[in-house]
């Protein structure tokens, strides 16, 4: 949960919501067609390493026993395994989720979700959680942000 200008913001619920416009907009197709073609297979391995990508991360933060919630206050910086690769990772994994319906569904105008996906998370979500962490971690923080990109 994070609040900018009295909004708050809960990431999976963000995602949640934009599958379902993409379902929506996307007149419920058929997903088995789409399976057999190159496209299909693709959607399949976005979204295996998508949730791949955001349970991994999750047993991270469990691991070092700090909380997944971004609006809760960190107690452990994790920059470990996938964290040495992105700051982002379950956001990562999210983004790859959000590609899959439209690549199931041959519908490139579906990914127009993911772009607001995309924008919502890295102008205004990542934004304010990354300065909560530069005040709880300071110059740790910064070094790291100095080592990791954001996204990829």
Same mark, same amino acid.
């Given at each position: ?17 934009? @599958? ?28 295996? +390493? ?30 470990? #395994? ?15 989720? @959000? ?6 569904? @041959?519908?490139?105008?579906? @990914? +127009? ?15 304010? =959680? =990354? ?7 300071? =110059? ?10 954001? #996204?990829?």
């Amino acid at each position: 949960m994070l609040n900018f200008l009295n909004i708050r913001i809960y990431p999976l619920l963000l995602m949640a919501i934009l @599958l379902l416009a993409q379902l929506i907009f996307g007149r419920f197709i058929k997903f088995s067609l789409a399976l057999a073609n190159a496209s299909g297979m693709t959607a399949l391995a976005l979204l295996l +390493i998508g949730v791949v990508l955001i349970m991994w991360a999750g047993l991270q933060f469990r691991i070092h026993n700090t909380s997944v919630n971004p609006s809760k206050t960190a107690t452990t910086l994790v920059t470990t #395994w996938l964290f040495r690769l992105s700051r982002n990772p379950m956001y990562l994994g999210m983004l790859l989720i @959000l590609m899959v319906q439209p690549l199931l569904a @041959l519908r490139p105008h579906l @990914l +127009i979700f993911t772009a607001v996906f995309f924008i919502i998370m890295n102008y205004l979500v990542i934004p304010r =959680e =990354e300065r909560m962490m530069l005040n709880t971690f300071g =110059e740790h923080y910064q070094n790291y942000c100095a080592q990791t990109r954001r #996204w990829i």
